[in-house]
Structure formats: structure tokens, C-alpha cells
């Protein structure tokens, strides 16, 4: 991951109208957002007038979109809901399948009466069956959606959260695709922690900005290939967030990087000293100074 800096630039000449170089990081797609500046990037949308049900309603409808554009009509998909916000973007993602012709079965962690809030709201938007998950629950799923927890997983999954996410592990491990939504249920968003258990998944998509723990090993290991879905967040809700890291991209420090100009000489490149210790300690040194060559130092 690459950290915040005050010497971050952006590619503009100095003097023009271009943003400045902090809002240049801020606002890049790079950017990662922990589960708590994600949680206040949903709160400032919703207190800026979107109702958090419009936003379920987008990851859904994101899910959805990602599975059906790859799998045909009858396509027999598992949608496992967490008792959470999680849980809610799978029913609207079980709905919206359905719709489109796939054969859709949802499972859900927890009691259907129990649910709160939007997650309730979108439970109620499902019309089919709801059973309690168990192996035989997963034994013919050609696609299996994982929601039952996401970034923001604060505990160690054991009992029938665990369980689950095993059924979910040997379905993909007999060949059905797995798709985590924002990320695989057990793991830690902010470190990319196994909490207890956790899903592999095939793909994840995930809202607004990826999570460290899609990045950070073993998360990384477990995301697969990550999908980033706009849900109607926009940007500017970073500037009030701040965000400190962000994944490597060019983007991101080559404005920073050494330009070599027509009468650049080895006097006005600067000098650089590498420090080791003894000759068995000397493999990062040799790298460093390679690389410091390369840059282009006296």
C-alpha cells in the first residue's frame, strides 16, 4: 500500500487550475478505505439526502449484474444472507436473478424476523422460500453468492457462521463459482485476517472503493479477482474522510518521479550513499543501490 505524503503531486505544471495534490490522492480510485471510513462513507451519503435502501438496492443490483452477465438463463445460484447489511444486498441480488430467468435459492444465516433496518426491507422484496443453510443447501449450486458477512466482519466466524462458510468452500471445491459481496465472509477488512473461517471466493464485488483486506495477505488470496461497483457514492465524501493508503499506481507518484533533463550531469542528479552491514548482509544494499542508479544518481 502506498501512504498519504505532502510531497504527492498531481501531472499538472505548477501554476494551473488542477486540483491540489492531497484531493488528488484523496479521490483517486487507488484509494483503500477501512470497514469504519467505509461505514462513514455510506452514513455521509444517506445523511446527504440517499436513503440507504436506494444503496442496497445499487449493490444488489451490481451483484446480479456481475453474475448474469456470465452465466446463462436456469443457472442454478445459492444466495447465502448474513443477518446484516450484507445479508440485504443478497436479497436484492436473490430478486433481481430471479428475474432475469436463474434458478435462485436463498439461505439465510439467522431468523428471517430478526432482521432490521434496509436488510429487512430487502428480505421483504423476496418472495420465494428462505431455508436455513446446511450441506445440502449448497450440494448442486452452480454459483454461490456469499453474503453473509462483509468488510466489517468484527468477530471470529465458529458455530453455523463457520459451518456455512465450509458448505461454501467444498461447493466451489466440487466447481460452482464463488462470489463474495464487498469481501469473503471471515475476512478481516481493515488486515485481510482470517477471522475464525472465511470463504474463497472466484470474485468479489465490492462498492465505492476496495478494502485493504482485499489486498493484504491472506485476504488477497481469498478475494479473487475484485469487481469495484459505483452505488451512487460520490467522491467528494473523501475529503471528509481523509483516506491514508491507497494501492500502488503510477498514477499516484509519477509526477514525483525523476525527470531527466538535456543538461543533467552527474553533479546536478545527487549522490547517494548506501549503508550495509557485514558481507553477509549485503543483498538489499546491492538492490538499493541498483536501483538508485537507475533513478539516475551521480
Known sequence: MFPTGADLTSNAVPGDDALPADRVFATSPHVLLDPA???EADRLTIAAGTPG??????????IADDIATRKRHGTRVVVACGPGNNGGDGFVAARLLARRGLAVTVVLLGERERLTGDAALAAAGWTGPVRAPDAEAFASADVVVDALFGAGLSRDLDGLAAETVGWINAARDRGASVVAVDLPSGIDGRTGAVRGA???ADRSVTFFRRKPGHLLLPGRHHAGRIVVADIGIRDSVLDAIAPKAAANAADLWVADFPRRLPDDHKYSRGAALVACGGIEATGAARLAAAATLRAGAG
Open 37 to 39: 471510513q467505509m461505514a
Open 198 to 200: 472465511a470463504v474463497v
Open 53 to 62: 435502501i436506494r444503496l442496497m438496492e445499487k449493490a444488489g443490483l451490481a
